[in-house]
């Protein structure tokens, strides 16, 4: 089955580590993207990608890294610059960024920093 | 930039009974409206879209939402709700216009509990 997938589901990590989050997509999507989501808030872009090799920054991408060295992996790496990174992340991909294709969602990685 | 509004956080209803979800959104020249649907820890599954033409638009799961212009809205609805349909829906606004990458922005969701 064609999809996104997101590992791990749940995270946990000590303040002031840095962790990467994976996304993969096999939908052969040249746009991937990755969005944060907390309570009463809804989405908000950190990153996204319209190729390989190419990445440009959101609304909230401070803190955070990508990279895009695959076609179909997309990871983020949340730094310990990133001042409050609890929250739940979702990755999504579409066909091309150039112009409105519908963009398809990963399950979720919920990252809890203690 | 492009902003959307839905105004209520939380609608409960009765199952059977109809529901209305509100989305409005600013003001633009031409827009395409979508809707999604979460559930619980999942990500975000499309439920509809506008992107032009009839302004009535149906889409998954019986629900349907009215494109109006002059309203600047974007409403959801259902005539008979489940339990399954319990679950967060947002409203996402898009510029066809903006030229290169069309950013997408969402609403801060509405929860909506369908009570047995």
């Known amino acids: 089955d064609g999809g996104i997938t997101q590992s791990p589901k749940y995270l946990f990590r000590k303040e002031g580590q840095n962790v990467t989050l994976s996304c993969e997509q096999n939908l052969n999507h040249d746009a991937m993207y990755w969005y944060r989501q907390d309570p009463g808030q809804g989405l908000r872009l950190i990153y996204y990608?319209?190729?390989?090799?190419?990445?440009q920054k959101g609304d909230i991408a401070e803190g955070y890294s990508v990279s895009r060295e695959k076609k179909e992996s997309f990871p983020l790496t949340v730094t310990s610059a990133q001042k409050n990174p609890t929250a739940f992340y979702l990755c999504a991909s579409s066909i091309e960024a150039g112009r409105y294709n519908e963009q398809f969602f990963g399950p979720g990685t919920r990252l809890t920093v203690l | 930039a492009q902003s959307v509004t839905q105004l209520d956080s939380q609608v409960p209803v009765f199952e059977e009974a109809p529901v209305e979800l509100r989305c409005n959104y600013s003001s633009s020249v031409s827009v395409y409206l979508f809707w999604y649907v979460q559930y619980p820890n999942q990500g975000l599954q499309l439920l509809l879209k506008y992107l032009s033409g009839s302004t009535l638009v149906k889409g998954i799961n019986g629900f349907e939402a009215e494109f109006n212009k002059s309203q600047t809205s974007f409403h959801l609805r259902k005539p008979s709700v489940h339990i399954s349909d319990t679950a967060e829906y947002f409203c996402a606004v898009s510029d066809p216009n903006s030229g290169g990458y069309q950013k997408v922005t969402f609403g801060t969701g509405t929860k909506l509990q369908v009570i047995p």
């Open positions: 990608s319209q190729i390989v090799n190419d990445f």
